[in-house]
């Protein structure tokens, strides 16, 4: 399996911006569809974005679209989610996560999680 480590993670006050970074080793990370997902507090973990391994289509949860964007760079096995107009409501853990397609289902390598706090 590959390797999966979240950066970028902090606090942000409503409106703001950041950039959340998952850096993978171990395999080709240009074999697999990247994605994104979120754990709130008290809540199951939520599908925020995927993209897909070889032309980059992307997908998005309703709650994000429009305000997050999701990249990858297969020369730095590296994938993006940048995050605008951020909302209280998006405090969560993020984790990025791998798999050979880009549906929730079917991604089985994980990241250990970056925090992010949008304060009002």
């Known amino acids: 399996q590959v390797q999966l480590v979240e950066s970028g993670g902090g606090l942000v006050q409503a409106g703001g911006s950041l950039r959340l970074s998952c850096a993978a080793s171990g395999r080709t990370f240009s074999n697999y569809a990247g994605g994104w997902f979120r754990q709130a507090p008290g809540k199951g973990r939520e599908f925020i974005a995927a993209?897909?391994?070889?032309?980059?289509?992307?997908y998005y949860a309703d709650s994000v679209k429009g305000r997050f964007t999701i990249s990858r760079d297969n020369a730095k096995s590296t994938v993006y989610l940048q995050m605008n107009s951020l909302k209280t409501e998006d405090t969560a853990v993020y984790f990025c996560?791998?798999?050979?397609?880009?549906?929730?289902?079917?991604?089985?390598?994980w990241g250990q999680g970056t925090q992010v706090t949008v304060s009002s």
């Open positions: 993209i897909s391994r070889n032309y980059g289509t992307t």
């Open positions: 996560a791998a798999g050979s397609i880009p549906v929730p289902a079917a991604f089985s390598s």
